[in-house]
């Protein structure tokens, strides 16, 4: 009985993370970049440039902001320029709206 929930628990949970990351991935020209909370504005806006892009807008964070590229490898040029995560923008609007 224990081991069919584990079992169930740990599917669900495995699952759960693939849907995540399959609708957080990034699509589109529009992104939610985040760098190191410790760089400011100045870390964010140097992966943006760094990685091609125009900055678009940010929150109450600096560390941030919404980009835009028509670049199909915009995504991983962020990473390549310091970027420690990189979302769909269409997923994190509702959260950085009301900041």
């Not at 529009?30 to 870390?43: E, I, M, R, S, Y």
């Not at 269409?90 to 959260?95: F, H, I, K, R, T």
């Amino acid at each position: 009985m224990l081991s069919a929930r584990l079992a169930i628990t740990s599917y669900f949970t495995f699952a759960s993370i693939l849907l995540i990351g399959v609708i957080a991935r990034p699509t589109g020209p529009f992104v939610v970049v985040v760098t190191n909370p410790a760089d400011n504005a100045v870390g964010n806006m140097a992966a943006v440039t760094g990685a091609g892009g125009r900055f678009v807008w940010s929150g109450r964070y600096s560390w941030i902001s919404v980009a835009q590229s028509d670049a199909p490898d915009f995504a991983s040029r962020l990473f390549k320029a310091g970027a420690i995560l990189v979302l769909n923008h269409d997923l994190a609007v509702g959260c950085l709206e009301g900041q």
